[in-house]
């Protein structure tokens, strides 16, 4: 059921790419499903600035095989987890956040405790981790991608039947999102 959700998902990304080329449509943030919750003005951002129009494919390519591994361990599409490691660190081994998150993926010391990883700065380990809390994510909220990615960066404790209004949240899966959607064009275009 998981590999269906995301080949909707990837489906649904890549006919509305159609649409908007053909009639010269911009994105626009409603079209990520979160309606006016993504209208609302916000100051605060994540721990990397997405810069929407980043380049996503001078992304580093030398973890290529471990995402590749990860996704198909986990059932996540490759594009998400870059996604993930784009917003969350800008794809550096070392990063560490204010809060104490470690590595690509940005894990807390106690959920990579959880999920078994012991070295967060390890690039294996953490994508590997992190793929693994976000599976774990997206199972508990049903496939609601949008919550899973809410409860990657506030928690879970604070996902319940709506996505909290945090402003860091609200900033973080539209950024999540516009990665997920440019690295899914990026895999398109070169053949992947």
Same mark, same amino acid.
């Given at each position: ?15 509305? !790419? ?32 997405? +810069? ?7 992304? *580093?390519? /030398? ?28 794809? /550096? !081994? ?5 809060? +104490? ?30 793929? /693994?809390?976000?599976? !774990? ?8 991608? *949008? ?23 609200? *900033? ?21």
């Amino acid at each position: 059921m998981s590999e269906s959700v995301f080949q909707n998902i990837d489906r649904v990304l890549q006919r509305l !790419e159609e649409i908007k080329q053909r009639f010269g449509v911009r994105s626009t943030a409603s079209e990520s499903g979160f309606g006016e919750i993504l209208e609302e003005k916000t100051t605060e951002t994540s721990s990397a600035d997405p +810069g929407v129009s980043a380049d996503v494919t001078a992304e *580093n390519g /030398r973890y290529n095989d471990v995402i590749s591994a990860a996704s198909e361990r986990y059932s996540i599409p490759e594009p998400l987890i870059r996604a993930v490691i784009q917003q969350e660190s800008d794809f /550096r !081994e070392d990063a560490v956040s204010k809060k +104490g998150a470690q590595g690509l993926m940005q894990l807390m010391p106690e959920t990579a405790d959880l999920l078994g990883v012991e070295d967060t700065f390890d690039a294996e380990e953490n994508i590997f981790g992190g793929t /693994r809390y976000l599976r !774990e994510l997206i199972d508990l909220y049903g496939g609601n991608l *949008n919550k899973a990615l809410a409860a990657y960066n506030a928690g879970p404790n604070r996902v319940g039947d709506t996505i909290p209004r945090i402003p860091e949240t609200v *900033n973080y899966i539209r950024s999540v999102l516009d990665y997920y959607n440019q690295f899914s064009k990026s895999k398109e275009s070169e053949g992947l």
